[in-house]
């Protein structure tokens, strides 16, 4: 099977401006979960979404939403982009997103000048 | 709130040395515990888990982890380390509460293996 993929795999962006990414899960996994990656925070998680709802959410501002589609792919959307939200974006997929293994993608870079 | 940490943040060993990376959790509940690996370059991919049974956890390339409740903890072991296991290394925990399965990762350690 084909491992998850994330487009882009790197993105640059000015302060203020909105983004989207993309996450395509393995063939088969329903549950699609995003983290925030950064030197200092480590990964946080963004939320978490499973037949096209959200099921869980991490403590992130409203700006970061997402949505799920009926074929399992997912996107991240970050509005009013701040410098802080620098960082690499990670989506991992499961098969139910409970006590399973995750499976993580190679992220989305986001640099915000 | 529900946190995992991981007190050594870069290790430096040489080939053969033994490894053991620390980590704690703050959550008195039911929790499903993992540790993934990320080697450079590549993706973040599972090293071992812990759900129930054995406290004595073995993953893959020689690693182990156990598991010991009272002291909120899930340290990760190799009795001889290669070279090749120069990565970054994080430990998470799901806290099984209210049927949320959320990840919390630990914010990684560094392990660079001198050859």
């Known amino acids: 099977k084909a491992g998850v993929t994330q487009t882009p795999r790197y993105l640059i962006k000015t302060r203020g401006q909105q983004v989207t990414l993309s996450c395509s899960p393995i063939?088969?996994?329903?549950?699609v979960s995003w983290y925030q990656q950064t030197p200092g925070q480590g990964l946080q998680f963004l939320f978490e979404y499973f037949s096209e709802t959200q099921r869980n959410k991490g403590n992130f501002p409203g700006r970061f939403s997402g949505r799920q589609f009926s074929n399992s792919r997912s996107e991240m959307n970050v509005s009013t982009l701040e410098l802080g939200d620098s960082a690499l974006y990670l989506c991992?997929?499961?098969?139910?997103?409970?006590?399973?293994?995750?499976?993580f993608g190679p992220g989305t870079r986001l640099l915000v000048l | 709130a529900q946190s995992v940490s991981q007190h050594n943040h870069h290790v430096i060993l040489s080939e053969a040395a033994s490894l053991e990376l620390g980590c704690n959790y703050s959550y008195g509940g039911t929790v499903n515990l993992f540790w993934y690996v990320q080697y450079p370059g590549q993706h973040l991919q599972l090293l071992l888990k812990y759900f129930s049974g054995d406290p004595l956890v073995k993953g893959i390339k020689g690693f182990e982890a156990e598991f010991i409740k009272s002291k909120f903890s899930f340290n990760l072991r190799k009795p001889s380390v290669q070279w090749s296991d120069t990565a970054e290394y994080f430990c998470?925990?799901?806290?099984?509460?209210?049927?949320?399965?959320?990840?919390?990762f630990g914010t990684g350690t560094r392990l660079k293996v001198l050859a």
């Open positions: 998470a925990v799901i806290p099984q509460a209210s049927g949320t399965y959320k990840y919390i």
């Open positions: 063939s088969g996994h329903r549950s």
């Open positions: 991992a997929s499961s098969e139910t997103g409970t006590e399973e293994t995750q499976y």
